[in-house]
């Protein structure tokens, strides 16, 4: 009961912590806020399959990225179209696009997963160069239209040039995508997730079918990095290879889910915010971001390979360890 | 009528042939022990029964229905349940959510999205139920690599067994077991598969002697003989064969 | 023989070229993965890095012929040096584990690339000797393309012979086909480690000698061919030397007659043969189960 009521109110000060947030810092601040909620929110859907299925892949930008040209085309070229269904379709893009791979993907695992993976991220990266056309080449898609957030007709409000508005837009869509993607793994469907991870084998002889549990992670999977895909370009009111496909950007999510630890769901929420400070530290010093992702990935590997959310755990196991010790 | 036939069960590993022909009989509710020589076989006959290769050639049978070249979760909802030789359970999960995953297969909740797991009630207790059954339920909350190597079998059994499976295939649940363990391992076994029929590997012949109703004996691959305990005892190509080495 | 048969033929060459570089780079790959059981991902940076160092060694020397000799050689001990500092202290995660640090460091090279180099690309001459076209039964092929599939075919042997006739090639094979085995001979694993991440090394070290000349050097050059070469290694199979050869080729042809008839999808080509295979075997053409 009482563990209950510390919890309660520890989530009313968080909650009220986000809500005040835009008066509490500048301008800056919350751009880097929505930034850090994107990624978090895509890292956690990285992890989905990293940590709580055992398949690492080095591509999962190619979600992130079509979903936002989805959404940037949809926005361009549909006279009219509101906001939800323009994010709707971008979400749909990415979500046909696992669909149309799950074939491959259930099939492989391991290296060859990864493998596969940094190869169809790095053909999607080119044909977004290439398909000049329909992608703006290396320029994108910049500039296109943001309509209103409403809902029914109930409320509303314009996001386009407006980042407060766009700060509570984002908190409440990726909140509820990070609270979904908690539950996911609170279902018995989550753990059939877990058990696919620890023991294969011993999952298809209790019964379940593999491939199809694996493809429904992975649609899954894809669905959120879409949605974080999806607003990051209406975040920047552009899309480009750069920002979305290119293979850093999935390596960003590795990174952030490493630097968090695999083994919590939370870990890739730690490790984007600390990748994030990190990165805006060494920004300073060095524009080179390969340099900074890569020490940094070499490190956590090599000497932290339990991530930030590891290190708490072993903190806390002391913490309680030496109490123990001293009630004898 | 058997409840499980292989007939003419042929198989080899890239032109190396392991099984010759086997035809192997089990009756519905018997406890039925394979014994043979490390590397007779035995293992793969049960690899190619229960879908993990397809037999190069032969038939597999189960109450009178060809499942030959089935896979393992079809088999599993067919009513077949198994337990390895190398242990294959959820090393990183807990002895309770091991039994759990398996309590839900048995209920067919496979792609439940919507209800949080730990407040089904009702699978709470049948795993508790199970776990009480296997004496596991100490161990409720240890995760399965923090067990001892005998509760380690233990909850190898206890998954091949969760499902509420017609028929067990059992490959060795005594291996590398102590005298102790052995002996309640043997005792475990013999309440969980009553009413079931069970196939059991096994190398410890007082194990065999104390659960088997008929035993097959396999030697490089081939079935020499098959029957009740006495029969195989006093079999003249057995003792020649195998039973002469161990001195029974 | 008419302008089209020309083009074919021309164009084969070029595939043939291409798939030689690729195999080079993907043999080394596979040796190390049957030793090491690990797929290094820093192996297309070790190969732009030998494409470096050539540019280096000709821009003090001049000398194109002392370049394919000297540059190798760095890239060989640079990739050693690496596996002794990083990969064999690893354990953590296994495999996936190895996977991710060895990206860590093509990204860390990547960055010191940029560093020293520049993002410029830079151009290597093609030697002299090796410069213009040389007609054979009337057809012009040009001579630097002829001399990479010569060179290719020699290393290839070289490749062969150290597999076959030597105590090491031996070992190698054992370990390629059956990784414990070795552990259970009880062979001086660290050393046989070294000098197989060497030779590994090597070879792609003489593909970016060999390439510098036909595509400049550049700071994609990794992700360029790179990707080309780990995609022949996944689709021919993880660890299969003989699939990595078909495949190498048949993906030169991919790239040369891609280019000629459906330029902007080229890249379409390869990942949807690799997507095929994978489908039908899933481990690979020549690969088996991990
Ligand atoms: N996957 C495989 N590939 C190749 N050969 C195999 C494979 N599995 C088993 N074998 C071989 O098949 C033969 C039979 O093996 P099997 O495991 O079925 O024997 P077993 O009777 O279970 O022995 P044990 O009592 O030691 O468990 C052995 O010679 C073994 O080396
Ligand atoms: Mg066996």
Redesign the interface.
């Known amino acids: 009961m009482k563990d209950k009521i510390t919890k309660i109110s520890l989530w009313l000060m968080v909650a009220m912590f986000l809500l005040a947030y835009p008066k509490l810092f500048g301008m800056y601040y919350v751009n880097l806020f929505v930034t850090f909620m994107v990624f978090a929110v895509f890292s956690l859907s990285f992890n989905m399959l990293l940590g709580f299925t055992g398949l690492l892949s080095f591509g999962h930008a190619i979600f992130f990225g079509i979903s936002g040209y989805g959404t940037a085309l949809a926005l361009r070229h549909i006279e009219g179209i509101p906001l939800f269904p323009a994010i709707g379709l971008g979400v749909l893009a990415a979500v046909i696009l696992a669909v149309v791979l799950c074939p491959v993907v259930v099939r492989v695992t391991g290296t060859a997963f990864a493998m596969v993976h940094l190869a169809f991220g790095q053909l999607m990266y080119v044909l977004a160069l290439k398909l000049r056309n329909i992608t703006g080449g290396e320029d994108g898609i910049g500039n296109f239209p943001i309509p209103n957030v409403s809902l029914f007709g109930l409320f509303s409000f314009p996001l386009k040039n407006n980042p407060v508005n766009f700060y509570y837009f984002a908190l409440v869509i990726l909140g509820i995508c990070t609270w979904l993607m908690w539950f996911f793994t609170k279902t018995p469907f989550g753990q059939i997730q877990v058990g696919i991870r620890d023991n294969t084998k011993r999952i298809d002889y209790l019964g379940f079918k593999v491939p199809e549990s694996k493809s429904v992670i992975y649609v899954t999977s894809a669905f959120f990095a879409g949605v974080a895909g999806s607003i990051y370009g209406l975040f920047h009111n552009l899309v480009s290879a750069d920002g979305s496909l290119n293979v850093l950007v999935s390596f960003t999510a590795i990174t952030a889910t490493l630097i968090g630890g695999i083994g919590s769901f939370f870990g890739p929420i730690w490790g984007t915010a600390i990748f994030q400070i990190l990165e805006e530290l060494t920004i300073r010093f060095t524009e080179q971001v390969e340099l900074v992702t890569g020490i940094i990935m070499i490190i956590v590997i090599m000497y932290a390979p339990r991530g930030f959310t590891g290190f708490l755990a072993t903190l806390k196991l002391k913490w309680q360890l030496s109490r123990a010790k001293r009630r004898g | 009528m058997y409840i499980l036939e292989t007939k003419d069960l042929n198989h080899d590993f890239s032109g190396l042939k392991v099984l010759f022909g086997v035809n192997l009989q089990v009756k519905h509710g018997e406890r039925h022990a394979i014994i043979g020589p490390n590397g007779a076989g035995k293992t793969t006959l049960f690899n190619c029964i229960t879908g993990t290769y397809k037999p190069s050639s032969g038939k597999v049978l189960f109450k009178g229905m060809d499942i030959t070249g089935r896979t393992p979760h079809e088999l599993t909802r067919m009513g077949i349940g198994r337990s390895f030789q190398i242990t294959t359970i959820f090393m990183n999960l807990t002895v309770f959510q091991n039994v759990r995953l398996a309590v839900l297969s048995k209920r067919g909740i496979r792609f439940n999205l919507f209800r949080f797991v730990d407040k089904m009630k009702d699978i709470t207790e049948e795993t508790e139920e199970i776990l009480r059954r296997v004496n596991l339920i100490e161990e409720r909350d240890f995760p399965a690599s923090a067990l001892s190597y005998g509760k380690t079998r233990a909850l190898e059994v206890a998954l091949a067994f969760a499902t509420d499976p017609e028929l067990v295939l059992l490959d060795e649940f005594t291996a590398g077991m102590s005298r102790d363990e052995t002996h309640a391992a043997v005792e475990l076994v013999r309440k969980l598969t009553e009413g079931k029929t069970a196939v059991l590997i096994e190398h410890d012949m007082d194990v065999v002697f104390s659960l088997a109703d008929r035993i097959t004996v396999l030697h490089y691959g081939r079935i020499i003989a098959s029957g009740t305990p006495e029969e195989v005892r006093s079999n003249q190509d057995v003792k020649d064969a195998y039973l002469g080495d161990l001195e029974v | 023989m008419d302008a089209t048969t020309a083009m074919y033929v021309s164009q084969a060459i070029h595939g043939i070229a291409y798939g030689m570089i690729l195999f080079l780079i993907a043999s080394g790959l596979n040796i190390i993965f049957g030793m090491m059981g690990v797929?290094n991902l820093a192996h297309a940076s070790f190969f732009m890095l030998s494409g470096y160092f050539c540019y280096q060694v000709l821009k003090l020397t001049g000398n194109f012929w002392l370049a394919l000799l000297i540059a190798p050689l760095v890239t060989a001990i640079f990739g050693i040096v690496v596996e002794r500092v990083?990969l064999r202290?690893?354990h953590?995660?296994g495999?996936?584990?190895e996977?991710?640090?060895t990206?860590?460091?093509?990204?860390?090279i990547?960055?010191?690339v940029?560093?020293f180099w520049g993002t410029e690309s830079l151009p290597i001459p093609v030697p002299e000797a090796l410069q213009g076209l040389i007609k054979i039964f009337g057809l012009e092929y040009p001579i630097y393309r002829l001399f990479v599939i010569g060179l290719s075919l020699v290393v290839l042997l070289l490749m062969v012979l150290v597999l076959y006739k030597t105590r090491l090639g031996m070992i190698v094979r054992a370990a390629v086909s059956d990784r414990d085995m070795v552990n259970a001979l009880g062979i001086n694993i660290p050393l046989v480690f070294m000098v197989v991440f060497g030779i590994g090394c090597w070879l792609a070290g003489i593909a970016g000698v060999a390439i510098a000349p036909i595509l400049t050097v550049f700071p994609g050059l990794a992700?360029q061919v790179g990707?080309d070469a780990?995609?022949v290694?996944?689709t021919g199979g993880?660890g299969s030397l003989g699939g990595a050869f078909i495949v190498a080729i048949i993906f030169g042809f991919l790239s040369s007659f891609g280019i000629q008839f459906v330029s902007?999808l080229a890249?379409?080509l390869?990942?949807g043969f690799?997507?095929l295979v994978?489908?039908i075997r899933?481990?690979?053409l020549f690969g088996v189960e991990?």
Do not use: N
């Not at chain 3, 990206?103 to 860390?108: D, H, P």
């Open positions: 797929l990083f202290r690893m953590a995660f495999h996936l584990g996977l991710m640090l990206v860590g460091i093509s990204l860390v990547l960055a010191g940029k560093f992700d990707m780990f995609i290694v996944v993880i902007q890249p379409v390869m990942v690799m997507a994978l489908i899933p481990h690979g991990e």
